[in-house]
Structure formats: C-alpha cells, structure tokens
C-alpha cells in the first residue's frame, strides 16, 4: 500500500471536478442538452472520495488473514490507477472471476472509468461454462482471484493471448493486480496527471453498455444480460432508497454494508454503486462464514445486508444466532420467502426488506412495502403479507400481471393480446415489466431477446395473483406449478407450509409423475441441527395431514430427507436438479 499511497499523493486530489473548459466541451458533446447529463454510476466513487475522502470505504479480512481497512480516498486512488492501466493498453471487455474483494469492488469502478464493459461472471461455475462465458463475452482481458486462476485453463487453450492479472488478495500491494494499479497511476502522472477528470464518469450516450451480466444457466447456455449506464444508474439510486442505505446504524454514522450476496450476482443488484453513492463501507467476504457474519453484526455495527432466503434461515440457525441489539436491514430476494422466516428473523432484530427481481431486470425491480396497519393483524396474517412480492420501485413502473393460457401440457404462454389479470388475489397471470429497470436485452441473442420482450412488455416467467391492493404475489416459475386432478398446486406455497414444521428447516417441492392425478408433489427437506435421524419423511406426512394447514390434495406422498438442498451459488433451489432425482436420476456430488 505504501508505493500506491505515496504515488496517489503527488496528484491534485484524484477526485477533483471537471475544469469549466471540460464541462463546456461536455455540454456541447451532449447535443447542447445543458439541462441534464449523460447516467453513469462510475461518477459515484469519485463524488464520495470528494466529500469525504477519510471516511472508511472497504473493511476485509484478506485471504492471508489480516484485517484490511481503505478510505474512499485511496479506494478512488486504486480504481482511477486500474482504469488508466486499461486505457494505456486499450483493453475494452473485461472479465472478473473473484470473490466478494476490495479488488473486485475496485474493477467495478476501474473498468467503468476506463469506458470498457465489465464481464463478472460466477465462479462457482464449471470451467466449461467460465470458458464459454469469457468466450461468448469476447473479453480481451481477466481479472482472477489467486484461488479461482485454475479454472481459466480451459479459457486459456482457446485464448492463449488474453492476459490475466491475479489478485492475491493480502495486505500488500506487490501482486499483479497491484502491479497493473500502480502502472496506471504512473501512466496518468506522466501524461498529465488528470486524475479522475481524464476518465469516463460521464459517458457520451447514457445507454451504452457498462456491463454484461450472466444468467445461471442451470437448464440451458448461460446468456449474457446487457446492462447499460442508466440502467445500472436508476437501479442504485432504486436500491438506496428502498433498501434504505441513506439510513445508517443507531451506532455508526454511515450504512455499514455487509457484502454476503456474491458481487458477480447481477452485479451485487447494483449494491456496490449504491452503497458507494451514500459513502457507506463495504465489509467484504471472501465466502460465507455464519459465525464470523454474527460476529460482524455484533460488533462492527453492521446496518445492512443483501441475501437469499436459505442464508437467512441458515444464518438464523448457526448457535452464535441471538437477538441483536439494534436492528438491521436485511434486503431479501432470490427465491421466495416464506412468513415463518420473516417472522424469525424479526424476533432476531432483523428487518425484512423483501424485494423481487430478474438478472433482466439488475436486480430488484419490486418491494413489499410494510404497512402500518398491519401491525394490529394477527401475526400470521401480518408475516403473510409480507411475504408478498409487492409494488414497482420507485424508479420504475408499476410490475404488472398478466392473463396467460395453458396447453393440454400444462405450459403457460403468454397470450398474443396483453391483458392484465383481475386484481382479486385468485386469477394466476406473469408478471411482466416496462421502464428503467428492464436490461437492453441479450448479448448477441436477438432471438432471445425477441422473446424476452414479446408483446412490448419484458416477461419474467414468473406466475402470480394481483391482490386489490395491488401487491402481486408469486406462485411459481411457470414450470413449478403442479398440476394434480386439475388443481394447481404452487410450490412454493407448499414449501412455505411444510417450513412451519417446528423440525423443518428448508423445504423443496416438485413434480412427480402419478397415474391416477397425472401429477402429484414430492418434497425433499433438511431437518434442524439436533434431529437428524430422528425425525422421519413419514412423520412430517402425518403432521402435514393432521396438524397443519395443508389442504389434503396438497399434501406430499412422499417426503425425503436431505443433508443438504441444492443450490445455486446465490441460493436458488435447482430444482431441475430435484426434478430429475425424482425421476430416480443417479445423484451426483453438487
């Protein structure tokens, strides 16, 4: 740090303001549009090293073990030196295979400032689909973890000529991640020393590509999802307000973000522009580490987190779990969520912001707003409500459901006339958007894209009633809705019933083939800590039939009990994955 520090030091403050001769060759760049400027949410690291240069922007725990603390200064420092490297070498698409690490929250913002596209894609992935994706996304250059460079191998036979820079992640600044910080920093100095003025904050058209982020690709290629500059803009500013991050810790002065979700996730849902945007500090992690989580929250006063149902209920059952002293907000989306959680989590002082969103859509795109009135309903009313998908963000417009039509297969196809459903909580339809938050489309996929927009609304494939109220509530992706003698049955319904089992602590549902019913449910669940072995499929049917509220056509023949579900990286349930050992596929090590 020391030789980046002492170089930073001979600039005018990096984050200084453009001259008034460059915001005049601006305006004039812009078409004469003096009364607004082009998006970029690149411009949020400079402005907050500008205000406040001192305060903390990155506390870590390196992979050789040392606490690692930055100021916004010197994290703007480091991100202007990455960007000005890839200037001087030309390089425009950039791929980053890191963990959750002040190196990647860095490229963010190098890669940005230096007008090139970012590829972040997931590294839990096999490295067919790492070398397919890097591939497909033609990155000239690739930022990888020391841990994950192996798997870039394969991506190495085909593109022997594509450099990588390997970050190793320590408290000091003698790897090659650091090396190419520091050639940057000396590149500006001898060209003029224009800091963060000579680069991209503001770009010359607002909808070009900032990034290219990757579906999962559980069930077919991974797509390339294009984000643009405003897209990425609105969503953080979205994400600020809905997820609350300009209101910090009862004992901090600041949002003190604690980065569980996977950066590479769509970006992190535009969180490390968001949190940047209000000069909060990221506490990065290199994995998910439940007791030293709760030992954050405990004692670095963490004010916010982002994170799928199964972390929270896992979280929640670590033995280091205690009610915290003050609350903390916790942004939740990925798979639905049941009431039982969001009512577990409160008693844990734990505050559900419960939010729904697409890879399409950079995240969040929806919040179930808490009303006031709902305080005086019973409990299980009140968590239920919760539970639901909600309203439009405020950056966006209104999501809307609309009608579909099912085949003699059990498909749902959006129908060729768009028609909303009835607002009246029963009438199933797909939720479908318009407006800021929808992605351009699909990188070199017009076909893809094609479908994506069908009908001049983007789908999400997700089915859902529309209460009066006008909170929409997910069913089922279109292809987990059981249909069993004519009744639908949604998963995650079932799921959300099975979990208030007081041993259950997750639960999966899917579709098995049955002669007489066509289909019927199967679930597969994991059991608390202290009862496996003695808690057995059979005696959760019993309960289901005798003590819960699951109506009997609902209730599974069979229950099998798991270890552990699987899941994506970011905590989806890979349900083609159940789908297929409930057919009896051999079973594979996840």
Not at 92 to 112: D, H, M, Q
Request: proline share 5%.
């Amino acid at each position: 740090m020391k030789r980046l520090s002492s170089l930073a030091a001979h600039f005018v403050p990096s984050s200084s303001s453009p001259t008034a001769a460059d915001q005049s060759n601006m305006r004039d760049s812009y078409n004469h549009s003096y009364h607004i400027h082009q998006l970029s949410p690149t411009f949020f690291l400079p402005r907050a090293a500008s205000i406040e240069p001192d305060a903390i922007a990155v506390y870590h725990k390196t992979a050789n073990g040392k606490t690692l603390q930055r100021t916004y200064q010197q994290t703007a420092d480091r991100a202007r030196g990455l960007a000005y490297y890839l200037k001087k070498h030309g390089f425009k698409r950039v791929g980053i295979l890191c963990t959750n690490t002040p190196a990647f929250l860095e490229s963010i913002y190098g890669i940005g400032g230096a007008s090139a596209v970012n590829v972040a894609i997931n590294y839990r992935l096999k490295m067919d689909d790492i070398t397919y994706i890097f591939d497909h996304a033609e990155v000239d250059l690739i930022i990888v973890d020391a841990e994950f460079r192996p798997l870039l191998d394969g991506f190495r036979r085909n593109h022997p000529h594509v450099p990588f820079i390997i970050d190793t992640d320590t408290d000091e600044d003698t790897g090659d991640y650091d090396k190419a910080v520091l050639e940057g920093m000396q590149h500006d100095e001898r060209t003029g020393g224009h800091g963060w003025a000579g680069l991209e904050t503001q770009v010359a058209n607002e909808d070009s590509l900032i990034a290219l982020a990757y579906t999962s690709g559980t069930t077919a290629r991974p797509k390339g999802v294009e984000y643009t500059h405003r897209g990425a803009y609105m969503a953080a500013l979205g994400n600020i307000i809905e997820s609350g991050l300009n209101v910090p810790h009862p004992k901090a002065d600041r949002a003190h973000y604690l980065w569980t979700l996977p950066m590479f996730h769509a970006m992190g849902w535009t969180f490390p522009w968001s949190v940047t945007a209000v000069r909060g500090t990221h506490y990065c992690l290199r994995k998910i580490d439940y007791p030293y989580i709760w030992k954050l929250l405990k004692e670095q006063h963490v004010s916010h987190y982002n994170a799928a149902p199964t972390v929270n209920t896992l979280l929640l059952a670590d033995p280091n779990a205690e009610k915290l002293e003050h609350p903390v907000r916790v942004t939740v989306a990925a798979s639905p969520p049941s009431a039982h959680l969001f009512e577990t989590m409160e008693a844990h002082n734990l505050r559900p912001v419960h939010v729904y969103g697409l890879t399409e859509t950079y995240g969040p795109i929806t919040k179930g707003y808490h009303m006031p009135s709902w305080e005086t309903l019973p409990a299980k009313d009140k968590y239920a409500k919760m539970a639901r998908q909600g309203h439009g963000l405020v950056v966006s417009l209104p999501a809307r459901v609309i009608k579909t039509d099912q085949d003699e297969t059990g498909k749902w196809d959006a129908s060729e006339k768009i028609e909303d459903v009835a607002k009246d909580g029963k009438e199933i339809g797909e939720i479908v958007f318009i407006g800021n938050l929808c992605a351009r489309g699909y990188y070199k996929d017009a076909a893809a894209t094609r479908k994506l927009f069908a009908g001049g609304v983007q789908h999400s494939g997700d089915l859902a009633v529309w209460h009066p109220d006008g909170a929409i509530q997910i069913l089922d992706r279109a292809k987990d809705i059981i249909i069993s003698g004519g009744e639908n049955i949604s998963s995650v319904a079932l799921e959300g019933m099975l979990m208030t089992h007081p041993d259950v602590l997750e639960a999966a549902c899917v579709a098995v083939q049955d002669k007489q019913w066509g289909e019927r449910p199967k679930a597969f669940v994991t059991v608390k800590p202290g009862k496996q072995g003695s808690l057995k499929g059979e005696d959760i049917i019993q309960w289901a039939k005798e003590q819960s509220q699951i109506s009997r056509f609902m209730v599974p023949r069979e229950v099998e009990i798991l270890e552990e579900l699987p899941k994506t990286s970011t905590g989806k349930l890979r349900k083609n994955v159940l789908r297929d050992w409930a057919k009896g596929v051999k079973r594979q090590a996840e």
